[in-house]
Structure formats: C-alpha cells, structure tokens
C-alpha cells in the first residue's frame, strides 16, 4: 500500500511539473508571464477539467509556504537605509492605496449583492491588495524595478505585504464563529503578538546570527541553505502555534536579518524554493478554481473582475497624481496594480472561517481574482505606452539595496579594500561580498558593510545587483577568478565591464582572450614604487626616475606581448625573473 501511495505521488507530481513546465514556457515565450501559465497548468489538470491531480486544498496548504517564503525575502529587503528613503511612498502612498481601493470596492460590492457591510469588507479589503508574486518578477524582467514609477510601485506592493497582518486581525474582529469568539480577546492578541515579535527579534540577535556566523566560518554551502530554510520555516512554525500568522512570523525573520552581511547568501538560498512553492501555490489556486460558480453566473464574474480591474487604475492613478506623478506614469502605474493579488485567497479562507462569507462566495469571488490576475500582462504591455522613461537610471547616489551599487567588489581584502574605497572616494556607489567572516566584522567596525557570501557563484551575483551594475571588479586571489568563470559573467551580464586581479604574469596570459576590460597584476604597482623610492634613495633625479619606469613598463609590455603570442604560461615565471640590459 506504502509503495502504491508513493507510485500515486509520483505519477500526480510527474504530472503537475509537467503540465506547469508546458504552460509556463508556452506563455513565458509569449511574454504574459508564469503566473498565468502557473493558473492555468493547475485549471487543466484540476478536478473539474482533467482530474488528474489529487486534492488541491492539501497541495495549497503545502504551497503556502511560497508566499511565507516570498515575505521572508521581503522582509530581507528592508535594510534601514531603503525603508528610510522610501518611507513617505511606502507609509504614505501605500496606506492610501489599501484604504481607497479596499474600502471603494467593499462599498461597490455592497451595492451589488446587497450583502451585510461586515462580509463587504471581508471582501472588498482584500480585493484592493495587489499581486507581488506577479508584478515584481515582471519589473525585474523589464528592467524597470530601479526606474521612479517602480519604486513607487514597490512601495506599494511593500506596504500590502505589511498591511496582510491588520487585515488578519480585522476579519477575525468582525468574526461569527463561536469558536474565534470563544478565543482570546483582542488586547490579549495583541500582547501575544507583540511578544512573539520581541521574542524572534532577541532569537535572531542573540540564537540565529551567531549560528550563521559558525556556518559561514564553516564554509558550508549546504549547511547554509538548510540553515536559512530552518529560519523560515522555524519563525511560521513559533507564530501558528500562537495563533498568529505565520507570514508575520517569516517576514519578522527576514528583517531581523536584513542588516546582517549574510542577506545576498540567505537570499539567494531561499530564492529557489521560493519560486517553487510559489508556482505550486498558483497551481492549486487554478486546481480549486470553480468553474461551475463561474458558468453559473458568468456576467457577475466578469463584470465584477472588470470593474475590480477599473477602479483600482483609476484611484491608484489618482493617488499617484496626488503624489506629483505625471499623468502617464500615474496611468502606468494604475494599470500595473490593477488585479487582485494571491493574499486574497488568503483572507477569502480567513473570512470564510469565520462565518462572514460562504464558501460559495469565496469560489466565486477567488475566480474573479484569477481573471483579474490574467489581465495583468496585457495590461502591462499597454502600461509602457504610458510609462516611457528611461530603463534603468542610478538617481540617487549610495547603495539602496540589492540592485542599487553601480560598482560590485567581489573580495575585500587588503587589494579590494583599496579598490572600494577609491570607487568610493570618487563619488561610486559600491557593494561588497566577501567569504572572511573576520574581514566583514572588523570592516563593520568602521562603517563598511560587507555582504557575506560566494562572490564567484552567478546566482550570488545577480542578487547582489550584478544585473545592474556598471562595474564588476574580482578582487579575490589565487587564481579563483578562472576564464571560465569571466566568460560565464560576462554572458549573463553583458552590460558590465569585468575588471580582475591577476596573482603574476602566468594569471595574465591565462585571461588573455576573454572578456575582460582590464586584468591588473596585484604587486605590479607596488613594486614600481618601491623600485621608484629605491632609485631616488641612490640620488637619481625625477627625470632619471621617470625614464627608469617608463623603460621598464616598455620592455614589460613588450616580453608580455611576446608571451601571449606564443601561449607560452610555462616560460612567463622565468621571464619575469630576467633582467635585461635595456630595462637596466
């Protein structure tokens, strides 16, 4: 029996991959995006089409953990800096899209139905969050996240996350349930709330921080993962055996890591499941989709998904008018905000529970999310006839985050330190990676914030802004930065000049033919000045100096042209150890 279950678990999740992988890269390759593929991978496949899934309600349990997962990386977004900056778009354009929309559509959705205000507004709040899982990956994709009408838009994305606990707790106020009534009163949660959230904060001071501090000396890239996943899963675990929400309790565990130098490695750890369990989310989402609550009453569900689409372009363009926006990215950004998002299926299940709506409500009004959800990318691509400015300017100097730095420095040892902080000095917004967990430390005391993390790892690279920057510079040593790696970097990014530290001569040659802007000798200059110092020591005038060097260089570029003709990295060691007459 054991070996059948199992064989059924395969053949549904050989299935499940299957049909998401076809209908992703179907629409992936028609530029609407996963999440519509996603939808309707798990539409097909669900009970009401195909049938040949298993129960969707046990995979969205599972599946939920995407979108703990989606908040703990949010949460890692929020470094001081960037929240500080944004606080007038997240705290205040934010709260006023949640309220207006929200309260908007529970007043239109009161009007139709004729229902009470309480399951009004069990339904129209949720109805104005919108999707993160869907519009941030599409701005990262068209490079427009860093642009001005982007950020506002990540503001506001930030502020729904933020807003899913408030609304939590206000569907569970308005509850009918006697068994959330017979519950502990408001204040007591409250309370319990905010100890938990002390609690995780002193857990990750004074338990989490030291134990990725250990794995990080370990150098343990498996250790590292497991214990970012363990962190996630451990902070939605403590809070739902409190009662509370287990997105606040990942999202506490992601800011309370944010600050640390560990946030590109903890990042691009959890990314991978993130992104998994996401999709798996989006399928269930379509499994349990009611198809027949939709053929009974198909002009309600279009009608309303068209008008939730409506109203929410229109007053979050208002908005952003009211914020000084010009009129074509406060369109834009109307039209990009314009759907429902996945929390809502969240609150629909709160709202349910407690006896505020039917199920029947919940279905109907999940399928007028999803439609609405479908309409995002062609909605996007009418946005950037609204949205035309430029792709992807650095406005404002400093690092503001992952995709902020214009130059990335990978190794901040006693090379790359004197590389960042002349970058630094000229005006250069910077991000460093290192894997010395003492460089970091020691670099923290004096005000530098090194990320840990493996600077020769793609994946790292990309979350630390390398898709952005203008400037990558290796500044590791022995030899790790391999021409296969140069040439890996610079196919996935183009757009940036590679600059590397070669250990001697044979590093040179080796690069030779790559794509590289500049490879630099890591005792070259030194020595020059050493040589230099030395000749003014023995009474040699400026002039004399000058010609010594520039004889030297002569000669030096010259052996090295010779070398590199003939491939001959054997012979490179011995010839630099030659002097010649006409170097004398």
């Known amino acids: 029996m054991e070996t059948h279950g199992g064989g059924m678990m395969l053949r549904e999740g050989l299935i499940l991959l299957g049909f998401a992988l076809g209908f992703v890269l179907l629409f992936r390759r028609m530029g609407l995006g996963a999440t519509l593929g996603y939808l309707l991978a798990g539409i097909a496949v669900g009970p009401q089409v195909l049938g040949w899934a298993g129960e969707a309600e046990a995979m969205n349990r599972f599946a939920e953990l995407g979108i703990v997962m989606l908040l703990f990386i949010v949460g890692l977004e929020l470094n001081p800096g960037r929240l500080w900056r944004m606080r007038k778009e997240i705290f205040g354009l934010g709260l006023l899209q949640v309220l207006a929309c929200g309260l908007?559509?529970?007043?239109?959705?009161?009007?139709?139905?004729?229902?009470?205000?309480?399951?009004?507004?069990?339904?129209?709040?949720?109805?104005?969050?919108?999707?993160?899982?869907?519009?941030?990956?599409?701005?990262?994709?068209?490079?427009?996240?860093?642009?001005?009408?982007?950020?506002?838009?990540?503001?506001?994305?930030?502020?729904?996350?933020?807003?899913?606990?408030?609304?939590?707790?206000?569907?569970?106020?308005?509850?009918?349930?006697?068994?959330?009534?017979?519950?502990?009163?408001?204040?007591?949660?409250?309370?319990?709330?905010?100890?938990?959230?002390?609690?995780?904060?002193?857990?990750?001071?004074?338990?989490?921080?030291?134990?990725?501090?250990?794995?990080?000396?370990?150098?343990?890239?498996?250790?590292?993962?497991?214990?970012?996943?363990?962190?996630?899963?451990?902070?939605?675990?403590?809070?739902?055996?409190?009662?509370l929400s287990t997105a606040l309790g990942a999202f506490i565990a992601g800011v309370m890591l944010a600050d640390t130098p560990y946030r590109h490695e903890l990042e691009t750890s959890v990314e991978p499941f993130r992104s998994l369990l996401l999709g798996l989310f989006f399928i269930s989402v379509g499994m349990m989709l009611d198809l027949g609550a939709i053929a009974d009453r198909p002009v309600f569900v279009v009608s309303m998904a068209a008008a939730l689409v409506a109203v929410k372009a229109a007053v979050i363009a208002g908005l952003g008018l009211a914020f000084r926006m010009r009129w074509r990215e406060a369109a834009g950004l109307g039209l990009l905000l314009s759907q429902g998002g996945e929390f809502g299926f969240v609150l629909f299940g709160q709202a349910t529970a407690a006896l505020l709506i039917t199920p029947e409500a919940a279905s109907l009004f999940g399928a007028i999310v999803t439609l609405s959800m479908a309409t995002t990318p062609f909605l996007m691509q009418v946005m950037r006839r609204f949205a035309k400015e430029p792709v992807a300017p650095d406005e404002r100097p400093g690092p503001t985050g992952h995709t902020a730095a214009s130059a990335l420095v990978v190794g901040y040892g006693r090379f790359g330190q004197t590389v960042a902080q002349t970058l630094l000095a000229g005006g250069v917004s910077v991000t460093l990676i290192d894997t010395d967990v003492e460089i970091i430390d020691v670099a923290k005391e004096f005000g530098a914030q090194v990320y840990f993390g493996d600077g020769t790892r793609l994946d790292l690279l990309r979350q630390a802004g390398a898709g952005e920057a203008q400037l990558i510079l290796f500044c590791i040593d022995d030899d790790q930065a391999t021409p296969d790696l140069i040439d890996a970097v610079h196919d996935a990014f183009p757009q940036a000049s590679i600059y590397v530290r070669a250990f001697d001569r044979r590093s040179v040659i080796r690069l030779h033919g790559h794509p590289t802007t500049s490879v630099v000798r890591e005792v070259l200059g030194s020595a020059i000045i050493m040589a230099r110092l030395a000749l003014a020591k023995l009474g040699l005038g400026a002039e004399e100096i000058d010609q010594a060097e520039a004889t030297y260089r002569k000669m030096d570029r010259k052996r090295l042209q010779l070398q590199l003709e003939a491939g001959d990295i054997r012979a490179a060691g011995a010839m630099d150890m030659m002097i010649t007459e006409s170097s004398r």
């Open 104 to 243: 908007a559509l529970s007043l239109l959705i009161g009007l139709v139905t004729g229902i009470s205000w309480a399951a009004a507004l069990a339904l129209g709040l949720p109805l104005g969050l919108s999707s993160t899982a869907q519009v941030l990956p599409m701005l990262q994709s068209s490079g427009r996240l860093r642009t001005p009408s982007g950020e506002r838009a990540f503001a506001i994305l930030l502020f729904q996350d933020l807003s899913i606990i408030p609304l939590i707790t206000i569907v569970a106020t308005m509850s009918r349930n006697p068994a959330d009534q017979a519950g502990p009163p408001g204040w007591q949660l409250g309370l319990m709330t905010a100890a938990a959230i002390v609690g995780l904060i002193l857990a990750g001071r004074f338990l989490i921080r030291p134990m990725f501090r250990l794995i990080a000396g370990l150098g343990e890239r498996e250790m590292f993962v497991m214990a970012g996943l363990f962190t996630v899963v451990a902070s939605a675990a403590v809070m739902e055996t409190l009662g």
